[in-house]
């Protein structure tokens, strides 16, 4: 399996290379030359499979023999069994072929766990393989940051440092990545904004003269190819759940980088028989106002009660509007020329086949605590803000309601207690028993002003 970039000026790849390079060097995201697919009766035959199983036949075509298969067999056994629920992605039904897909069992309770667990140990193997140990650098504002740690802790390999704006994210967010005390963890709290920390990590990786010889950086955000891959596995396990390959299938993604419903497009042109795919975003709706005009253009950022879906920019889009034009490079560059410039669109044909593989929806907050408070009336069951974003979305756009409609619950709602409160819960909701004493952790991380410089040299002395 080769991997090629979506701007067409960088070398083409192999996996291990893939999964260790973050952009490529011609500023394009990687995507597979071609895509696997599996006929109606493979499909059938993954029914009854558990979730470590599913997973080893749905990515094993992407590895494509970089991993021996049981090496890959156990690392991915072993991702999964830190998971707290026994299905790893429970389905739960909450109206006539309304269904949640619960994606928020890892140990950080959001869905970045499905791909950051896999992603640290295919890290930790490659690298022990190559006798080279690398520096993770993330941004986060929220979720990503805690699920890399976690991911990455036990990694003999790979010192990870993660920026997060000091002060501006909760404190269970905080909680769960500071409390991790692994002496190859570093969390820096930056005197700054998110903006801030992320320009501080691209600018690292665009010149990392400021590591010593032979020490590179590594990606953890959803650029890495290697994260969209372990999410599209979840999208066959519901399916199954529920009828396919016989079955046709909707799925309702609350979107932010557009990496988990891109998952979700993969799934389909591998033959999951999904007829329908619905982006759910909240007000930040670079993607909803795409969807309905042909028009790509940012917007200013609105901090709403789903932060992790706050983005101007949906930084997967582009693998998809590269997929959309028959993987022409050449267009996709004169695209991104053009939204530099303010504002871009497809061809007539391509966004044709945009609006035939999505519907989209934009959320605002009091439709999203609305909804909250309608499902909890419903049937006593509490979504967190992304995943009721998700649900109205479904409930908006759906196209044929006896196809069973599958929203992706992304986080757990002890995670956003304000939002629960603030849709009427009169208690917050509880951790999970195994997160319980998380507000008495002792934390560990450095406060650090916003200086690259001195950022920078924290990184360089603090790694082993
Ligand atoms: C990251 C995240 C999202 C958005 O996922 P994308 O892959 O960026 O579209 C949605 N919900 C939660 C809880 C998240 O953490």
């Known amino acids: ?30 995507v597979p030359e071609t895509m696997p697919s599996f006929s109606q009766q493979e499909i059938a035959a993954m029914s009854g499979m558990e979730y470590p199983e599913l997973a080893f036949t749905i990515m094993k075509p992407f590895v494509d023999g970089a991993i021996p298969d049981d090496d890959f067999k156990r690392l991915i056994d072993e991702s999964y069994a830190t998971f707290r629920h026994k299905a790893v992605a429970p389905m739960v039904q909450l109206g006539h072929n309304e269904w949640v897909l619960e994606l928020f069992h890892g140990p950080t309770l959001a869905f970045k766990d499905f791909a950051l667990q896999l992603l640290g140990r295919l890290f930790d193997y490659v690298l022990k393989r190559r006798n080279e140990r690398v520096a993770i650098m993330g941004a986060t504002s929220g979720d990503t940051g805690s699920a890399a740690i976690e991911g990455c802790r036990s990694c003999k390999n790979i010192d990870i440092f993660i920026l997060h704006p000091h002060n501006r994210v909760s404190d269970i967010q905080r909680r769960q990545m500071t409390s991790v005390l692994e002496d190859n963890v570093f969390n820096i709290a930056v005197e700054g904004n998110f903006d801030d920390c992320q320009n501080m990590v691209k600018q690292s990786f665009a010149d990392q003269s400021f590591l010593p010889e032979g020490r590179r950086l590594a990606a953890v955000n959803s650029i890495n190819w290697a994260r969209i891959m372990a999410q599209i596995v979840y999208y066959f396990w519901a399916g199954l759940a529920v009828g396919a390959p016989e079955k046709k299938l909707a799925f309702s993604v609350p979107t932010g980088n557009f990496g988990d419903i891109f998952a979700g497009y993969l799934a ?120 009721a974003i998700g649900f109205k979305a479904a409930r908006e756009c759906v196209r044929d309601t006896s196809i069973p409609m599958i929203t992706l619950a992304t986080a757990h709602p002890a995670k956003f207690a304000d939002a629960a409160k603030a849709a009427g819960q009169k208690t917050a909701p509880a951790l999970p028993e195994h997160m319980a004493d998380l507000p008495t952790r002792e934390e560990r991380y450095s406060v650090q002003p916003h200086d690259i410089k001195v950022i920078q040299q924290y990184v360089a002395d603090s790694l082993k």
């Not at 960088?10 to 973050?22: H, K, R, S, Y």
């Not at 999904?274 to 909803?288: E, M, Y």
């Not at 889009?317 to 695209?335: I, P, S, T, V």
């Open 268 to 387: 389909k042109q591998m033959g999951l028989p999904i007829a329908q795919l619905v982006i759910a975003t909240n007000k930040n709706d670079i993607l909803h106002r795409f969807m309905s005009q042909n028009k790509y253009e940012k917007h200013e950022l609105s901090h709403t009660l789903s932060p992790s879906m706050d983005i101007m920019i949906s930084s997967n889009f582009e693998r998809a509007l590269f997929e959309l034009g028959g993987q022409d490079a050449e267009q996709l560059n004169q695209f991104m020329v053009d939204f530099e410039a303010g504002s871009a669109s497809i061809s007539d044909e391509a966004f044709a086949k945009a609006r035939e593989l999505f519907d989209s929806c934009a959320v605002d907050d009091e439709t999203t605590l609305e909804t909250v408070r309608e499902v909890f009336a419903e049937s006593g069951y509490l979504l967190d803000p992304h995943s």
């Open 1 to 30: 399996m080769r991997y090629i970039s979506t701007r067409g000026k960088a070398p083409a790849l192999g996996f291990e290379d893939v999964l260790l390079t973050g952009l490529a060097t011609d500023g394009g995201l990687y």
